[in-house]
């Protein structure tokens, strides 16, 4: 996958979400996975539903908590819920290719599209860590050049767009 393509599109111009690396994956398809915006922020992705359609919760992350969630010390429920503002729902029809997104807070997040509450991250991708540790170091660089997390992170993963 190019990182430089978003995964998650934004409709408004601007907020797309790019693919940095996927901490567990089916088939090649990111479930649970690290994802940026344009501005560098970092966001945790998990894909709740991908037979018919795609769909994410995505939640802004800290290095701490995907230090965490890879490490298996925090369950994927609390670190969704961590950051106390929006999360965004983000649904991908295959069929039409209508894509939308919704802000709402986590407590109004249906417990159906929600990882069990005690449910770690499991099967973790072989180059999770390797690229967690890379984003520490990245992130702590005296300087980042606007591809610095894309031309250094691989993914082997695929998007919607490839299906």
Known sequence: MNNNTPIIPDNSGGNSLFLLFSITDFEGIPILFVARNPFNELFLC???EFRFFQRWIISKVTLPVLDDV?????????ALKIDNGLKIIATFFYNSGKFIQEKVPFDSIPIDDLPEKNAYACLINKDA???LSL??????????SEDAYTTHIEADTISHENQ
């Open 129 to 131: 860590k390797q690229n």
């Open 135 to 144: 984003l520490h170091t990245l992130l702590s660089a005296d300087f980042l």
């Open 70 to 78: 890879i490490n298996c010390t925090i369950p994927i429920w609390d």
């Open 46 to 48: 998990n894909c709740i």
